[in-house]
Nanobody, 125 residues
């Protein structure tokens, strides 16, 4: 059974850090482009970061560059999103998903499937 499970969300103060995990079952993560997306209440979903299946290159939403880092551990079949310097505007449900290829329009999420159930990240004092 193909499944992605996110974990690691929680409540953190502004400036704090969280590490999200996206663990796969039923397939190998390194055979796919893996993306992290988020959706805040009343807002559209947006692509946060992805790691390309083609060459392992990583891509980020402009507003998280320098603060977030995506990485992949093939032995754990897990993709991580390390989030530092968190801001209230990072508050959202974070999802991971997979795509069979890398596209320059990855941030739309249109090529992605097998979405996880999401993990809530709340940044508040």
């Amino acid at each position: 059974q193909v499944q992605l499970v996110e974990s690691g969300g929680g409540l953190v103060q502004p400036g704090g850090s969280l590490s999200l995990s996206c663990t796969a079952s039923g397939f190998r993560l390194d055979y796919y482009t893996i993306g992290w997306f988020r959706q805040a209440p009343g807002k559209a979903r947006e692509g946060v970061s992805c790691i390309s299946v083609t060459d392992g290159n990583t891509y980020y939403l402009d507003s998280v560059k320098g603060r977030f880092t995506i990485s992949r551990d093939n032995t754990e079949n897990t993709v991580y999103l390390q989030m530092n310097g968190l801001k209230p505007e990072d508050t959202a449900v974070y999802y991971c998903a997979r795509a069979s290829w890398y596209s320059s329009t990855w941030f739309t999420g249109m090529d992605f499937g097998s979405w996880g159930q999401g993990t809530q990240v709340t940044v508040s004092s």
